[in-house]
C-alpha cells in the first residue's frame, strides 16, 4: 500500500541471484526496472525438450523485445485505454511483453535450436504476405482499400509490423519457414 494506506503502490524488493538472474541486472542503472520472468523460461526448456524429445517446430508470435534490457513491460488496458495497472485493479486487463530472451534462452538449455527471431513484418514479407495481398487484390479490385490497410496493420513497422515479433523453437537441423538466413 502506499505510504498513507489509501492506495495500492510498486514497492522494491532485493533481486534474487539465482541461475535464471540475467547478467543485465548488474549491469543496469541505479533504479532500472529488470523484469525476470521464470515462467517464461520455464515454458521455453518444455517446449524445448518436448520437440528434442518428439522432433518438429514451434512457432511463437507476441508483442515484446527480441533483446533484453532494463524497463517496465507491465500494461493495463481498460475501454481501449492504457492506464497504471494499480489504478482499477480487477476491472482492468494486465498484460506484460513477452520475455523472449528467457524463453529462448530456457529452449536452447533444454537443447532444442532457436533461429534469431525476427519482426512480424519482416517474418511474414518473408512468407510472401505482399505477393498474396497483391494476388487477393488483383482478383477482387473493390476490395483494395481494406486489404491495403490490412496489410499495413500487420506489416507496418508503426503497427503490428514491428511491435509483434516471430520466434521459433525447433529440434536440431530443422529450418522453420521464414527463418532461414
Request: glycine content about 14%; charged content about 20%.
Amino acid at each position: 500500500l502506499s505510504g498513507d494506506g489509501q492506495a495500492l503502490a510498486f514497492g522494491l524488493v532485493p533481486l534474487p541471484r539465482t541461475a535464471a538472474t540475467p547478467a543485465r541486472a548488474d549491469t543496469a542503472p541505479t533504479g532500472a526496472v529488470i523484469e525476470v520472468s521464470a515462467a517464461a523460461r520455464a515454458l521455453g526448456e518444455a517446449v524445448g525438450l518436448r520437440l528434442q524429445a518428439a522432433g518438429g517446430a514451434a512457432l511463437f508470435i507476441d508483442y515484446g523485445s527480441l533483446a533484453p534490457g532494463p524497463g517496465d513491460t507491465l500494461q493495463a488496458l481498460r475501454r481501449h485505454a492504457k492506464e497504471s495497472p494499480l489504478e482499477h485493479p480487477g476491472a482492468a486487463d494486465l498484460t506484460v511483453h513477452a520475455d523472449f530472451a528467457g524463453f529462448l534462452g530456457g529452449a536452447r538449455e533444454a537443447g532444442a535450436a532457436t533461429p534469431p527471431g525476427l519482426t512480424q513484418g519482416e517474418f511474414l514479407r518473408r512468407l510472401g504476405i505482399e505477393a498474396r495481398a497483391a494476388a487477393l487484390t488483383a482478383r477482387n479490385p473493390g476490395a483494395a482499400g481494406r486489404l491495403a490497410r490490412q496489410l499495413d496493420r500487420l506489416i507496418g513497422p508503426d503497427q503490428m509490423g514491428d511491435l509483434f515479433k516471430a520466434v521459433a523453437i525447433c529440434s536440431k537441423g530443422l529450418q522453420p519457414p521464414g527463418f532461414d538466413p
